[in-house]
């Protein structure tokens, strides 16, 4: 099993940055793939970005060109964003795949979302 805790969330102006952090314990060597969602009111939780062990990554056309997404070590998943907009706001979630070879079967773990809430 995988733990993880987000962090970095906040109130934040139009125009501002933010960096989210996520910090995953437990089974960590057997994540495949790492990533970012998130979910505003009345929406679904839809894709940011995500990045596999391989070190591939991928980006949701809306934040394209403003936020990076980063695993420098397994342990550690960064989000930082950039030029902040008011319909960024929502809840953040940090997510981790993982798979069983031997099962032939993959998981899905979620921390408890942080709030980012960008003003006009």
């Known amino acids: 099993q995988v733990q993880l805790v987000e962090s970095g969330g906040g109130l934040v102006q139009s125009g501002g940055s933010l960096r989210l952090s996520c910090a995953a314990s437990?089974?960590?060597?057997?994540?495949?793939?790492m990533g970012w969602y998130r979910q505003a009111p009345g929406g679904q939780r839809e894709l940011v970005a995500s990045?596999?062990?391989?070190?591939?990554i991928e980006y949701a056309d809306f934040v394209k060109g403003r936020f990076t997404i980063s695993r420098d070590n397994p342990r550690n998943l960064d989000l930082q964003m950039n030029s902040l907009k008011p319909e960024d706001t929502a809840v953040y979630y940090c997510?981790?795949?993982?798979?069983?070879?031997?099962?032939?079967?993959?998981?899905?773990?979620w921390g408890q979302g942080t709030q980012v809430t960008v003003s006009s």
């Open positions: 437990g089974s960590i060597f057997s994540i495949k793939t």
């Open positions: 997510n981790a795949v993982t798979r069983v070879v031997a099962l032939n079967t993959e998981y899905d773990y």
């Open positions: 990045i596999r062990t391989g070190g591939s």
